[in-house]
């Protein structure tokens, strides 16, 4: 994430920022400049989920064009509460708060986001539910993702992740999770090649899903599970280990570009400098490591648990070698170039 200013005077700004508080200008996320910009200077307008979803995208080109008035993180967007679910419509502006920083960074890795109108069989889409007056189940489900808005609730997520014994619960994570689900056919299914070499890293994907789970929440993961996966999580079924994989990716990326931003990692982190190949894995690989060190020990200065709490052993290292691989063939490949289709 980027180190923003006011347009008009200079102000420092988080992403989250509708208005600049030195010089009182109202501003808004240009997600095509990657910027914020003024408020109704050169014709730009807000999103129509300013108020409801807090958002403050302005419209983007198609936005514009098709009248929806939506941004291009709102159009995701498939279901949402009832404007009458009161805690389910603050949670849900909650939600969209961390979806944005998502679709951001998805946008600044230059990946493909196709959502169901452009493909309505695997199309990417966001169901965000509220559990106010039934159940719901986060996950994801042919592109598109389910999130049980409770998870918007901080006292409620903390829970959880106590009693699922686990190091590290987010809205943000989870949305990088599932969205790794819906990427997995895009970047990885539907190709011969890329399908074999995903079998020798993280296992069968057709491997029984519920037996796997099953497993996991009868007997738990293996003990030397942490050998070969980023999470006890990820080692109950090779789409659960992608998904992760993928997820921590993205919170590598980020977290570097951010931190290149503001002077605390090379300016060689940043997101358009590392679209080079799959040797710039290491390169990346060779940033995080000395910085995920040095931002856990400043958490527990200030006696907070690690930023992140994880390891990567080598296995890990080379399927998240693999994730960078494909999302960096997503941005060079054209459709000029003939690929096999895997059988689908």
Not at 324 to 341: G, L, M, S, W, Y
Request: aromatic share 10%; proline share 5%.
């Amino acid at each position: 994430m980027r180190d923003f200013t006011c347009p008009k005077c200079g102000q420092h700004l988080t992403f989250e920022n509708s208005l600049c508080l030195s010089c009182g200008s109202r501003l808004g996320y240009s997600s095509e400049k990657a910027t914020m910009v003024l408020v109704d200077e050169q014709g730009s307008s807000l999103c129509a989920n300013s108020a409801i979803a807090q958002c403050n995208w302005l419209l983007d080109s198609r936005g514009a064009a098709d009248g929806g008035g939506l941004c291009a993180s709102c159009r995701l967007t498939r279901t949402r509460p009832h404007d009458s679910d009161v805690a389910g419509m603050a949670r849900f502006a909650v939600a969209e708060t961390a979806k944005r920083r998502l679709v951001a960074e998805l946008i600044e890795l230059r990946l493909p986001i196709v959502d169901r109108t452009q493909d309505p069989r695997f199309g990417l889409a966001f169901d965000l539910l509220s559990s106010t007056g039934e159940k719901v189940v986060t996950g994801h489900e042919d592109g598109v993702v389910t999130l049980d808005l409770a998870e918007s609730d901080d006292v409620r997520r903390e829970e959880l992740r106590v009693a699922l014994d686990e190091p590290y619960r987010t809205l943000l994570g989870h949305f990088r999770h599932e969205t790794g689900h819906a990427y997995f056919h895009r970047l990885v299914g539907g190709w011969v090649a890329r399908h074999s070499e995903f079998v020798a890293l993280f296992g069968d994907p057709a491997d029984d899903y519920q037996e796997a789970l099953d497993r996991h929440y009868g007997t738990g993961p293996s003990p030397d599970w942490s050998t070969r996966h980023v999470s006890s999580y990820a080692s109950m079924h090779p789409a659960e280990d992608w998904a992760e994989t993928f997820a921590h990716y993205l919170h590598i990326r980020d977290t570097l570009d951010t931190a290149a931003s503001f002077g605390l990692a090379p300016a060689a982190a940043a997101f358009d400098l590392l679209h080079l190949g799959p040797n710039r894995f290491d390169t990346l690989i060779g940033m995080w490591l000395p910085l995920a060190w040095s931002l856990n020990m400043i958490n527990r200065s200030m006696g907070r648990a690690d930023l992140y709490p994880f390891v990567l052993p080598p296995p890990v290292l080379e399927k998240m070698r693999f994730v960078h691989t494909v999302i960096d063939d997503a941005v060079v490949f054209t459709e000029t170039q003939p690929r096999t289709r895997y059988a689908q």
